[in-house]
Nanobody
Framework: QVQLVESGGGLVQAGGSLRLSCTSS????????MGWFRQAPGKEREFVAT????????TYADSVKGRFTISRDYGAATVYLQMNSLKPEDSAVYFC?????????????????WGQGTQVTVSS
């Protein structure tokens, strides 16, 4: 069982930045892709970004491309989501997820473990 704990959410003005962190309880997650998803009230959980097991491949949703960056620190068993130029429509609960394999895509069923989420609110 892998436990994931997100942190770094909060309230920020439009145009501002936040960095989310997700720490894994086990280093075995370093052999797997990691991803970030988000869910706004009344909406489906949607894909934000994913990074492959070795960090060599990153994929982003079109809505965040050019503004968000996903990265990982193997020593700290942590994955990050740097969010710049935030918009009110980025407001949501952000979830970290551990993939079932070395590379994962945008589908939720590609991920086996999920964190509890961290709230991001962007004011206009």
């Amino acid at each position: 069982q892998v436990q994931l704990v997100e942190s770094g959410g909060g309230l920020v003005q439009a145009g501002g930045s936040l960095r989310l962190s997700c720490t894994s309880s086990r280093r075995t997650s370093s052999n797997n892709a990691m991803g970030w998803f988000r869910q706004a009230p009344g909406k489906e959980r949607e894909f934000v970004a994913t990074i492959s097991w070795n960090g060599g491949q990153q994929t982003y949703a079109d809505s965040v491309k050019g503004r968000f960056t996903i990265s990982r620190d193997y020593g700290a068993a942590t994955v990050y989501l740097q969010m710049n130029s935030l918009k009110p429509e980025d407001s949501a609960v952000y979830f970290c997820a551990a993939g079932r394999s070395a590379v994962a895509g945008s589908r939720r069923d590609s991920y086996a473990y999920w964190g509890q989420g961290t709230q991001v609110t962007v004011s206009s």
